[in-house]
Structure formats: C-alpha cells, structure tokens
C-alpha cells in the first residue's frame, strides 16, 4: 500500500506540474499579445496638427477657391462632380459619431480615396501628405472604393439589358466607326500586382511580372459596357473569356440582341468585335490571318481594327487618368479588385457627366485620309519605363464554324462593296501595303 500511495503521489505531482507550466505558458503569451497590440499613442504626436497641415485642409480648399483647372489635375474631376460623388457616397463613409474625438470626415476619405487612385502613390505617401495613420488611409481606401463600386457600378457601369440598348451601341457604331451591328469591342489587360500572398505561380505571367487580368467590353463612345475582373495573371484572354458570364450568354443566346437585319441584302447577327486570339463566332468577328491575304481581306482588318480602337482607347483614358495602374499595386487580393472595380466606374461615370474634361480634344485616337493620329493619353502611359496596363499573350485561335466563315467573308465583301465603303480605305491600304502595324 505504501508503495502505491507513493505512486500515486509522484502522478499527482508531475500533473500539477505540468498544468502550472502549462498555465505560465499561457500568461506569458497573453502579456506578449498585449503588448504587441498596445498601441503607443492614439495619434502620432506628429499628426496632432493635421487640421492646420494636412492637405485636405490647406491645399484642397486652396485649389478648389482659387485654382478649378490645378483643381482637376489633382482630383480628376472638378469641384461640381467632387461634391455629386460625396452625395452619392457619404452614406457609406460618414464617420460614427463619438464623443471623444472627431472622425475623419467623408469629405477627406473621397479625397483621400482619388489622390491614391490618381496618383498611383503608396498608402504611406497618402499618409504623410494627410497626416493619418497607415492603417486609416488603407481602411478609407478599402471603404470608400467599395462605396463607389456599389453605388455608381449600378447606374453608371451597367450591362445593357434590353433591346433598345443594344440597338443604340450598333448605331453608335455604325455612325462613328462605320462598321454595320457592332455591339461592342472586346480586349484584356494585365494589371501589375506585387506578388500575392500565398499566390505562388498562378499570378505570374508570361512577362515575367505578376498580375490580375481585366477582361472588358466598351461601346462606341469609349465607356466600359461589361467588365470581368480578378483572374490569374498565368491565363490568356480566350480562356477567361470562355469562362465568362458573357460567353456564356452569347454562346447560348441569352442577351436581348435585335432581330438580325441585312447587310449588304443579306441577313447578318449583331456581333462583337475581338481579336485573333478569340475563336472566331457569329457573335464575335476577329481579322483574318495576317498570311496571304487578298487585297480586299486586308481593308477589312483595317476597318475592323479601326473600330476596335474604342477598347484600346478605353483602357488608354482608364491607365492616363488613374495612375494606379503605371506601377505595381501593393495591396492584398480583395482590394485590388475593388480598386479596379472603382476606377471602371469613375471612367463611365465621369465620361458621362464631364466628357469635354476628362477627354479633351485630342485626347483619343482618331482618323483621317492620312491614318491615325496617336491619342495624347498614350504620351501619359509611356512616360512609364513599362506600359501601365499590358496586353496578354496573342496567340491566334483558328477554330471556327462553316456559318462563322461565310458571315465574315460576306462582311468582308461588303466592306469592300459600294453600298459599304469608304473613300479612304482602299487609298490608305494601298499606301501602306497591310494594315497599319499601330492597329494590330
């Protein structure tokens, strides 16, 4: 008995033991947790005077009293717009109420907010230029993006869903770009990232860079129509678009596209325009091979290519104006989406209610007897080392059905027809012996 009461008190021992080490264990890590998240100071000493030094409050006011067109350049938009967007997004980033200290207003996280996507500058650099914490500025970055997202995404950046939608981006094209049921131009581009957390290969792509991808359709008048965004930077745009909403839409006959019509006495869908990369459809039109080609195959790749600069023109105005996109963005997954999402709607809401502004004269490419003249938002986009937004891979697919062949070749002769051409068409291709290589 003696032995096992002996027994039996060495366990008892050893288990008090362990459960004490245990319990110190546990305390030692609850003191270093709090430790490391005691925060110091509730503001830095050096940011106790922002409301004298900030910008928000001494170059901001100082701009919009007395500088509208500097005004512009540092938001990119004028007072009159900055106020309409703080009306439709202040529900969303009102600071809460509290009775110790003052919020950071709505007002200076919209500001906050465009400087960054402006400027391309770090979230430390909007932090010393507003004297706010690291974290807030990324906290009212976060947020006030996803306001914009969800309150403009829905006016001003919206899939069009009807008949007589879908029948005035064919006018529009028909009229400006003079090519016949055209409802949009469709394209990719990369968007620069640093490498992702547990990203490993499947954000870097074929540059040598890692990326997101932006998969876009525009109308005529260069606003985004449809948008798909936060693919692997590894994929081509042919595989994305495959898996797309769109795709899936077009392929089964889901949208509310008009009645097909003639052209040239011959009944024709309404259609896409893509490049070689996409399988050819009858709801998507791409050029030909650019091997052994006809006189008259070469004039339609020029019109076509023509009229797909509105997408090219498209993220040209998107990268020149938001800045954002010229270096890579340091920001975790979920808010580069938002940023890209954000930055779709600034540019179809900003075409829409200050188009003279934000796209002056000039500003675009356009067209004449002697070719194309270069839109000044390429000067923007190549002062960069790189260009902002990259184009992925062009691999031509050459895949394509009997009824997709016949609708472009007759679009094809049409084109080249009486009834379809233009004057200086077969002036320019003659001059330049193939389609510029600026169109391609």
């Known amino acids: 008995m003696d032995r096992k009461l002996k027994l039996r008190k060495v366990l008892v021992l050893a288990l008090l033991r362990r459960r004490n080490r245990f319990r110190q264990q546990q305390q030692a890590a609850e003191f270093y947790t709090r430790r490391r998240n005691k925060r110091r100071w509730w503001v830095r000493p050096a940011w106790k005077r922002r409301n004298q030094e900030g910008q928000f409050n001494t170059l901001y006011h100082t701009l919009r009293n007395e500088d509208r067109e ?23 980033i009102q600071p809460r109420y509290c009775k110790f200290r003052k919020g950071v207003s709505a007002e200076e996280k919209l500001l906050v907010t465009l400087r960054y996507l402006a400027t391309g500058d770090s979230q430390h650099s909007q932090s010393f230029n507003f ?46 770009w003079n090519f016949p049921h055209v409802i949009g131009a469709l394209d990719g581009k990369h968007v620069r990232l640093e490498c992702p957390k547990f990203g490993g290969s499947m954000y870097y792509n074929y540059k040598n860079f890692h990326s997101t991808v932006l998969m876009a359709m525009c109308d005529a008048q260069y606003k985004f129509t449809y948008v798909d965004i936060g693919h692997y930077g590894k994929d081509n745009d042919a595989s994305i678009f495959s898996q797309s909403d769109l795709y899936d839409m077009l392929e089964n006959n889901r949208l509310p596209l008009p009645e097909m019509a003639p052209v040239g006495g011959v009944d024709t869908p309404y259609y896409i325009l893509g490049d070689e990369i996409f399988a050819l459809k009858t709801w998507l039109m791409k050029p030909y091979s650019r091997r052994g080609l006809t006189t008259e195959q070469q004039v339609f790749n020029y019109r076509l290519s023509r009229s797909r600069r509105t997408i090219e023109n498209a993220f040209g105005i998107l990268s020149a104006r938001w800045r954002i996109f010229h270096r890579p963005i340091k920001a975790d997954l979920t808010l580069v989406e938002l940023i890209i999402k954000a930055t779709t709607c600034l540019h179809n809401y900003l075409l829409s209610t200050e188009n003279t502004k934000y796209v002056p004269s000039g500003f675009v490419d356009s067209f004449n007897n002697d070719g194309m003249r270069p839109g000044d938002w390429r000067s923007l986009v190549q002062d960069d080392a790189q260009p902002a937004l990259h184009a992925p891979p062009r691999i031509a697919t050459r895949n394509y ?40």
Request: net charge negative; aromatic share 12%.
């Open 70 to 92: 500097m005004f512009f350049r540092y938001t990119c938009m004028s007072p009159e717009r900055f106020d309409h967007l703080l009306t439709l997004v202040r529900e969303d």
């Open 131 to 176: 004297q706010l914490g690291r974290s807030t500025v990324s906290k009212i970055i976060r947020d006030t993006c996803g306001s914009i997202w969800n309150r403009l995404g829905a006016t001003y950046l919206k899939f069009p869903s009807c008949l007589e939608e879908w029948s005035q981006i064919a006018s529009e094209y028909e009229e400006t």
């Open 401 to 440: 059905s009997y009824d997709a062949k016949e609708q472009r070749d007759h679009l094809c002769r049409y084109i080249n027809s009486t009834e379809g051409s233009v004057g200086w068409q077969a002036t320019h291709v003659a001059s330049c012996g193939q389609v510029d290589a600026n169109l391609e």
